[in-house]
């Protein structure tokens, strides 16, 4: 497998002015526009990766045939380029992304990347447009890489012979539209996001295609997010929407436990690693909707969060399902749930200390 790989540098003659950039970054939204650049590798059967080029921000050209389009063979990460006090920029955690981008690679039956490959893509991507990271608080550059089959051949017989690995970069603002606010959740009891076997795990568009009816659902029962449940007994607490779900306990946290449906979440994966330091203990487990309505009207469940990458950390304040509805708390950001996001968030941006390592300096 390819370890080294020489990136051709072709700069965008049509860059966007300061002026043009700044008006963006004001009011940059989340996922709506995209910085001047973008980074691509090539895969090849035979070949291995090659043709590692940085070039201008702009439309593929691919034959109708395509294999991505007929057999969603693809996959994506996401995270995050933050601006530090001192000006510099950093990621959050790459290698991290590297490593599930690969274990998702594995389950679609596409090539790893090498993990400094992946990274460096990010790199190079962002020190080009280091312009478009924002300074503007609780902003920053979401990265956005990903990988398609690209054969033109139809036929189910065997996975796509080539593919092409990318990386776009958009300047984000919050995730939520109105800032950080308690979101109402749908259980989600007539749809399934992931069986055991399936490709819950793995962060390919089917699983949040499969999910868009349901997340309509939610939002016609007056609900910001849906909640997944189990695939057998639909009683079992899995995800909210893309985003991990933590149960607080007074001081104690419990997240659903890895079992192949759910996305093993960075965010949750640090949160896990945080909680001891913060004084609260961490485990992963099994919650049912029945313990989640009867822990939060006895006051013993004193709080819920959802957490990822976009989002980073966001209360859950109600819950809504087809023969039942409550409130988590008084329906308002818990302590435990802020004091997470303010530790999580001040890492990220350069405010605490990071004594896990987890910050990468990209420039």
């Known amino acids: 497998m390819t370890t080294h790989l020489r990136f051709d540098v072709q700069l965008n003659p049509q860059a966007r002015s300061a002026a043009e950039r700044e008006q963006v970054l004001a009011s940059p939204g989340f996922g709506q526009v995209f910085t001047d650049h973008m980074v691509s590798i090539d895969w090849t059967e035979g ?39 001192n000006g510099s920029i950093v990621a959050f955690r790459p290698y991290a992304n590297a490593a599930r981008f690969n274990r998702s690679a594995l389950r679609m039956a ?3 990347l090498p993990e400094e490959a992946f990274v460096e893509s990010l790199e190079l991507l962002v020190q080009t447009d280091r312009d478009w990271v924002p300074t503007a608080e609780g ?38 539209t109105g800032g950080l606010k308690p979101v109402s959740v749908w259980l989600s009891t007539e749809y399934t996001r992931a069986a055991p076997g399936g490709t819950g795990f793995a962060k390919c ?22 909640v997944w449940l189990d695939a057998f007994e639909h009683r079992w607490v899995e995800e909210m929407g893309g985003m991990n779900l933590f149960f607080v306990f007074g001081d104690r946290l419990v ?3 890895l079992t192949g449906t759910l996305l093993p979440g960075i965010t949750r994966d640090s949160i896990l ?33 959802a957490c990822g990458t976009a989002a ?3 209360p859950v304040g109600s819950v809504k399902g087809v023969d039942r509805s409550w409130t988590v708390g008084d329906g308002t950001p818990g302590p435990v749930t802020m004091k997470i996001r303010e530790e999580l968030v001040g890492i990220q941006y350069g405010s605490r200390p990071d004594a896990h390592h987890w910050i990468h300096k990209i420039c």
């Open 255 to 257: 997240t659903p436990a």
């Open 110 to 112: 596409m090539p790893e």
């Open 47 to 85: 070949e291995g990766w090659h043709d590692a080029k940085l070039q201008p921000y702009g439309p593929l050209v691919l034959d109708p045939a395509t294999s991505v389009f007929h057999y969603a063979q693809e996959l994506f990460e996401g995270l995050k380029a933050y601006r530090q006090p």
């Open 205 to 226: 568009g089917g699983n949040y295609a499969a999910a868009f009816v349901a997340q309509r659902q939610a939002v016609e029962e007056g609900c910001d997010q849906v």
């Open 312 to 314: 980073v950390v966001t």
């Open 139 to 176: 902003h920053s550059l979401y990265l956005r890489p990903f990988m398609i089959a690209t054969q033109p051949a139809l036929g189910v017989n065997h996975p796509s012979r080539s593919y092409k690995y990318m990386v776009i970069a958009s300047p984000a603002a919050s995730y939520f």
């Open 273 to 305: 690693s945080l909680a001891a330091e913060l004084g609260y203990t961490a485990e992963e487990g099994k919650i049912s909707i029945e313990e989640w309505q009867a822990g939060c009207e006895s006051g013993e469940l004193t709080e819920v969060f």
